[in-house]
C-alpha cells in the first residue's frame, strides 16, 4: 500500500502500536471522529501478525453477554463494510454451526442461546438430522445436538485490515510499518514519547494494539498486560471436484476441530492442546493428524482429504481467555485493547469504536470495564467464555 512508510515523524497526538485489524481499526475510527496527527506503527507489514492467518470467523454466538454485545455490534459493521468504510471482504453469511456431543455442552449452549435470543442474535438449538442438513460433512452418530445461527459467517482478514487502513490514510493516519517500537519515556504518570528504530515520536497518547506481543510494551509503561502467544494452525484441501457444498463455519466442540469453505476447497483448523507458548509461527503439518482423528467420527468424509497449503499464526490468550480493553491507571494516557484469544478479527468493529470513546472520554455503547487489564490483580473476575476457537 502506497500510503505506508518507515519515517516517522517527530511529534504524533496519537501513537497506535499495531497495524492488525485492531491497530487499523481503532485509526479508523479515530480519524473518522476529527482526531488528527495518528501515526500507526507495526513492526512488519500491515496485518502480518495475527490479522494476516485466514481463519476469518464472524459471529455473535457466546456464552457471556460482554462477548454477544462486542460480536452482534461487529457483525452489523462487517455487513456494511463495503460502505463504510467502504472495501469487499468477501462476508460470506453462511452461519455458525457448533457440533455438540454431550449433555452437558447442550444444556451449556442452551443456556448461551438464551442469552444470545434475549440480546437480538437469531441463535438457536437444532436437532442432529438439521445440523446434517445444514453441513452434509457432519455424521448423526453420537450427535446430541448443535447449536446454529445463520447471520455469523467468515470473511477475509487480510481485506478488512486493507479497508480500513486505506480509509484511514485518506484520513491523514501516518503509517510507519517495518518499524519496532524500543521504548517508551514516561513523566509522571503519562507517557511521552515512543523510541522506535527508526526514531523518536514525542505523543499524547498511546494505544497498545500489538496482539501477541502486547505484555512487552505494557511493560515499557509499567502495565501489567498478561497476554501470553499462543500457535494455531490452519490447512487447505486440495480442490474439491464436484465442488464442496456451501456449508456453515461448523465446529466439533468437543475436539474443537473446525472447518468451512475456502476458494476452490475446505479450510481446516484445530487448537492442539498441547501447544507451548511462544512467537514460532513455523507451519507443521503433523497437527493434522489430530485433526483427522477429531473428525474421523463426526465428519469422516474430510479424514482422508489431501492437503496442500496452510498458515500458523499466534493467538493473544489472557487468563480468562477474555480481551483486555481499557485505560491503565498509571500512565493515564495508555490505552490498550489485546488478548482477544481468537475473537480480536470478529470484535474489531466495535472494540474500534470503543477505543474511539474512550481516548475521547465519551461513554462507549457499552461498558467495558470488566476487560480492564487489572481484573486479575484486583479480584474481579470476568467469566470465562465457554466457546474458544
Not at 519515517?7 to 485509526?27: K, L, Q
Not at 490479522?51 to 452482534?72: C, M, T, W, Y
Not at 473446525?258 to 513455523?282: E, I, K, M, R, V
Request: charged content about 15%; aromatic content about 8%; glycine content about 10%.
Amino acid at each position: 500500500m502506497s500510503f505506508m512508510s518507515r519515517t516517522v515523524p517527530p511529534t504524533a497526538d496519537v501513537v497506535i502500536v499495531g497495524g492488525g485489524v485492531m491497530g487499523t481499526s481503532i485509526a479508523y475510527h479515530l480519524a473518522e471522529a476529527g482526531v488528527h496527527h495518528i501515526v500507526v506503527i507495526e513492526r512488519g507489514e500491515l496485518g502480518s501478525g495475527s490479522s494476516g492467518k485466514p481463519i476469518g470467523g464472524v459471529r455473535a454466538q457466546f456464552s457471556d453477554p460482554l462477548n454477544i454485545e462486542l460480536g452482534s455490534r461487529s457483525l452489523r459493521a462487517w455487513q456494511d463494510f463495503g460502505q463504510r468504510p467502504g472495501a469487499d471482504i468477501r462476508l460470506d453469511s453462511v452461519g455458525y454451526l457448533f457440533a455438540l456431543t454431550s449433555d452437558q455442552q447442550t444444556a451449556d449452549f442452551e443456556t448461551a442461546v438464551r442469552i444470545q435470543n434475549s440480546l437480538g442474535v437469531p441463535s438457536r438449538m437444532i436437532g442432529p438430522r438439521e445440523a446434517h442438513q445444514l453441513c452434509p460433512y457432519l455424521s448423526t452418530d453420537g450427535l446430541v445436538a448443535a447449536a446454529y445461527s445463520p447471520t455469523d459467517g467468515h470473511a477475509r482478514p487480510g481485506l478488512a485490515v486493507q479497508g480500513y487502513a486505506r480509509a484511514a490514510a485518506r484520513a491523514g493516519v501516518a503509517f510507519a510499518t517495518h518499524t519496532t517500537v524500543t521504548g517508551l519515556d514516561t513523566t509522571g504518570d503519562r507517557v511521552t514519547a515512543v523510541h522506535t528504530d527508526h526514531g523518536r515520536i514525542s505523543c499524547s497518547t498511546v494505544i497498545c494494539a500489538a496482539g501477541a506481543w502486547s505484555e512487552r510494551l505494557g511493560a515499557m509503561a509499567g502495565v501489567h498486560l498478561p497476554v501470553r502467544p499462543v500457535r494455531r494452525q490452519l490447512a487447505f484441501t486440495a480442490p474439491l471436484a464436484p465442488p464442496a457444498p456451501r456449508i456453515p463455519f461448523t465446529i466439533d466442540f468437543a475436539s474443537t476441530a473446525y472447518f468451512h469453505n475456502s476458494d476452490d476447497g475446505l479450510l481446516f483448523g484445530l487448537a492442539d492442546p498441547a501447544q507451548a507458548d511462544g512467537f514460532d509461527t513455523t507451519w507443521t503439518p503433523d497437527w493434522l493428524q489430530l485433526f483427522r482423528t477429531a473428525v474421523q467420527r463426526r465428519a469422516p468424509a474430510l479424514a482422508d482429504m489431501e492437503t496442500t497449503s496452510g498458515w500458523a499464526g499466534l493467538y493473544e490468550v489472557t487468563p480468562d481467555h477474555n480481551a483486555l480493553i481499557g485505560r491503565a491507571g498509571a500512565p493515564h494516557n495508555f490505552l490498550y485493547a489485546t488478548g482477544f484469544s481468537g475473537h480480536g478479527f470478529l470484535q474489531a468493529p466495535a472494540v474500534g469504536e470503543i477505543m474511539r470513546d474512550i481516548h475521547l472520554e465519551r461513554t462507549p455503547f457499552i461498558d467495558v470495564t470488566p476487560f480492564c487489564a487489572d481484573r486479575f490483580t484486583t479480584g474481579v473476575q470476568t467469566r470465562p467464555e465457554i466457546h474458544v476457537v
